[in-house]
């Protein structure tokens, strides 16, 4: 099995105004630009005189606002087959869009996530329409992933904080993972579990949370990005999505009004983990020591369609043993829902 990782990474303040530079050092002389909805108007001239002093041609740019994979098979005979790299700058709907269409271009793939709502800026799956049904799409990691924290710090706090929802939310996932092995006898991924537990000490132990500290806010976006990159090596999006996750899922579907995935399946976490039982104390400190539980208490999700959404959870995915599928859990995790203290101020 091949396994190919993201070779340019830089994550640090500014690092959008050397955008240029990164892709002259990767022999990327013509790019296809791709751009989030809005983001013109704030990047795009730092990337245009970034993209001029180092000698580099736009030889395709738009703006997208569809994940539909139809429009990305359009798109892509647009684009000239000189060109050596597809950029995504932008949130996770122009990255799915690009992931695709570097894919199936056989191109190099630039992320530039302009947040970190969630995992998806370095993961191998796109999420995209297929006949107007959402659907999760294998694809490649990016070649480089490049994230200015000057730009994180700026934007709303709401999509950091939904980032971290993302990350503490593996501690239940790698749970579901290991009981599927005890249960069903899924295959289990040691070096992955290794990669996310030590991706979520490098977040959770980190000493002084201040999303002031461009070196914390690095060390969020890396951990991140390290969990989408543990599902490329184990070869599923295990390490990263458990029975929470499922509930999220169902959460999108029946919700009037969806909050950010991360927030979702964070809040989730905390709900399941009161059935795992070993992980609760984890995630509790999880939520409270990063400033999740506040944000949340402060933007809470509707108790109705979350206690809806853990009875429809199992059944958004087929053969995906999690903690709900044993005997009296989903009644177990919604009467924690109901009865515990912060919960009942994480959904109202
Ligand atoms: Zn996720």
Redesign the pocket.
Known sequence: MEIVVPELVRIKPQALQRIGKYLRTSDCNDIALFWGEGLQDLFRKTVIVSLESSGISIVHETVVDTTSIEEIFDTSLDIPSGASAVVAIGGGQVIDYCKYIAFILKKKLFTIPTIIS??SFCSPVASLYVKDKKRSISTHLPFSVVIDTDILQNAPRKYIYSGMG?LL?KTTAIYDWKLSYKKTGEYVNDFSVIIVRTALDAFLNYPVKDLENSDYVRTIASSLMMTGIAMEIAGTSRP??GSE?LISHAYDKLSSSPSL??IQ?GVAAYAVSAVQKETHNMVKESIVSCGFLQYVQENPLNREDLITAVRHAPSMKENFYTVLSQANAIEEVIEFILSDDLMREMAV
């Open positions: 969630n995992d993302d939310c990263a999505s996750h995935h991360g399946t």
